[in-house]
Every structure is written in structure tokens, then in C-alpha cells.
């Protein structure tokens, strides 16, 4: 079965420029979680999706970060502008609906400068 | 506020030895924990979840859980070198609570 798939795995921006990241889930996983992780603190969740509606988006940055799952399958994550704050790593998740397991893609290493 | 405590560490283990990992939660409705290795530069990798008090083990894995103290472990018997990384311990709470994780090292 594979895994989380997640694209680009590396991407430099300077700072004010916009970046995209995408994810696709484990196939038949109807959850998907972006999550930003920050050099030694544990992921911090930015939103999750159920098929393609938003569950939880309280911790998203919504004047400059943006999400979307369309067709309920892949997804993508959209900062615009960046700030150098948003230098991080950006994971993907997905878990499927009878069980709170999440299982992570390798992730979107971003910096900005 | 819920939140997930963990000893950032680090933690060092002789090889061969076991190692004790601790996590401490604030929401006593919690139901579902979860212990995930991550090696550094990559992403978390689930290891063990556990949803009942007492222990469940998996190989040279042990996770052990206290509803009662809030409490929830990892034990790592017969401790290998690639054992080394960092140990994120997350709480099932609606969404997962995540503790910042605790650094292993284990010594040859």
C-alpha cells in the first residue's frame, strides 16, 4: 500500500513570494491533516479535512495561508505571502475514519529568507 | 489548555539497556495515545498506540498507560543504536495533543 505522497520536499522562497505544497493521502483515508513543525517542538496542526469539507482550521493563518481538498482526495496547502516565520516543515497526514491514527508523508522542508 | 508534557531530553541510554520514555496529559477524557519515532529530517513514524490501561507490547516495544495519573510510557528493551531519535508522545483528544518530544541516544 503506499504511503502519504507529499511534493515538493524542498523549497526556498524569499521572503513576500507565495509557495504551494501538495499532498496525497493514503488511498481510502478519508482524513487529511497539514501540520507545520518547527525545529524541536512537536507538529502543530494547521487544519483537517473530512473528504472535502474542513473539520478544524483554528490554527490556520488564514490571511495568508490557504487549503483546499476539492475532490475529497489530494490537497493542497497555499502561503501567500511568506514571512521568514513560516521557515518550517510542512507534513501531510491521513488517517481513515474508524481509527484516530494518523500515518505522515516525508514532509515539505520550507525556508524562507 | 490541553497539554502533552514530555523531557526534551537528551536521553542517554547504553546500548542494550531499556529505555524509559514518559508523556503526562491534562485531559483526563483522553481515550487513544500515541508514541511516534521520528529520525531527524524526517517525518514522525507511528511505533505504538495504546487505548486501555496497562501494557501493550509489540517486539522490543512496551507502552504503558495510567488513565488515573494521566500518565502514559514507552519502554524500549535491548536498546539499538538506530533506536536514536526523538519520541513524540500524542493524545487523542478530538484532535492529537502533541508533546514536543523527547531526544534518544543511544550510546555503543
Known amino acids: 500500500e503506499a504511503g502519504v505522497a507529499q511534493s515538493p520536499r524542498y523549497k526556498i522562497i524569499e521572503k513576500r513570494q507565495s509557495v504551494a505544497f501538495w499532498c496525497n493521502p493514503i488511498s481510502g483515508h478519508a482524513t487529511l491533516y497539514w501540520y507545520q513543525q518547527i525545529l524541536g517542538q512537536g507538529p502543530k496542526l494547521l487544519i483537517q479535512?473530512?473528504?472535502?469539507?474542513?473539520?478544524?482550521d483554528s490554527q490556520l493563518p488564514k490571511d495568508r495561508f490557504s487549503a483546499e481538498r476539492l475532490k475529497g482526495v489530494d490537497s493542497t496547502l497555499k502561503i501567500q505571502p511568506a514571512k521568514l516565520e513560516d521557515s518550517a516543515v510542512y507534513l501531510c497526514?491521513?488517517?481513515?475514519?474508524?481509527?484516530?491514527?494518523?500515518?505522515f508523508g516525508p514532509g515539505t522542508r520550507l525556508t524562507v529568507t | 489548555q490541553k497539554e502533552v508534557e514530555q523531557n526534551s531530553g537528551p536521553l542517554s541510554v547504553p546500548e542494550g539497556a531499556i529505555a524509559s520514555l514518559n508523556c503526562t496529559y491534562s485531559?483526563?477524557?483522553?481515550?487513544?495515545f500515541f508514541w511516534y519515532r521520528q529520525y531527524s529530517g524526517k517525518s514522525p513514524e507511528l511505533i505504538m498506540s495504546?487505548?486501555s490501561n496497562g501494557d501493550k507490547e509489540d517486539g522490543r516495544f512496551t507502552a504503558q498507560l495510567n488513565k488515573a495519573s494521566q500518565y502514559v510510557s514507552l519502554l524500549i528493551r535491548d536498546s539499538q543504536p538506530s533506536d536514536s531519535a526523538t519520541y513524540l508522545c500524542a493524545v487523542n483528544d478530538y484532535q492529537l495533543i502533541w508533546g514536543a518530544g523527547t531526544k534518544l541516544i543511544i550510546k555503543p
Open positions: 495504546i487505548y
Open positions: 479535512f473530512q473528504n472535502n469539507g474542513v473539520v478544524d
Open positions: 485531559d483526563r477524557g483522553s481515550q487513544s
Open positions: 497526514a491521513s488517517s481513515s475514519t474508524s481509527t484516530a491514527e494518523q500515518y
